[in-house]
């Protein structure tokens, strides 16, 4: 591995030596008395940002025709913050549980939702988090094929402890159409 290291002007010690492996960008630091390393520049920004997600929420789904079923999703740091899980937990058993994994691109920092549930299906979402709204876009076969595509859009209330959304599908040769409205909200002491 090659490695780009420069120290800044003016410092020294190991929180001030930075280097850069394919793009990635580093700083060195020291944690409890043992050397450390923390990514930094464009993806530890957009890691940053999934912050707003972690914690407990509850789910509401409503189909057309039917009526609204609650469930349980939680959000959380995997592999010391590299990545952020979501497990969720559906009571019907028509809806599946499901766990997604999302990750970040060394050099852009653009999200994917990798996603895995009990019917066995696998997934790919191109994910965006900017200005208060999420989305979720899969618009090409990945490990499962691609019948229709899908697109969630949700978004945060002021408070960060709602989003408002749903999903929309397209069939081949037509235009996006709604699906079914999920809403999420931080989950209370009162929900347990």
Not at 46 to 66: D, I, N, Q, S
Not at 69 to 83: G, H, I, N, S, Y
């Amino acid at each position: 591995m090659l490695l780009t290291m420069r120290r800044v002007p003016g410092k020294s010690g190991p929180g001030h030596l930075r280097f850069r492996d394919h793009g990635r960008q580093y700083r060195l630091y020291r944690s409890h008395g043992k050397a450390a390393v923390k990514v930094i520049g464009m993806r530890a920004e957009a890691l940053e940002r999934l912050e707003v997600f972690v914690g407990e929420w509850v789910l509401e789904a409503r189909f057309p025709g039917a009526e609204p079923v609650l469930a349980r999703t939680w959000f959380e740091w995997a592999l010391d913050r590299q990545f952020l899980v979501q497990r969720t937990e559906n009571p019907v058993a028509e809806a599946p549980d499901g766990l997604m994994i999302v990750s970040t691109d060394p050099q852009t920092g653009a999200y994917t939702q990798h996603y895995y549930d009990s019917r066995g299906v696998v997934r790919l979402y191109a994910m965006t988090l900017a200005a208060g709204t999420w989305t979720l876009t899969r618009e090409s076969a990945d490990f499962t094929p691609l019948d229709f595509g899908q697109r969630y859009t949700g978004t945060f209330s002021a408070d960060l402890n709602a989003i408002t959304g749903g999903w929309e599908m397209r069939l081949p040769d037509a235009d996006w159409a709604p699906d079914f409205v999920l809403n999420y909200r931080r989950a209370t002491s009162a929900d347990s």
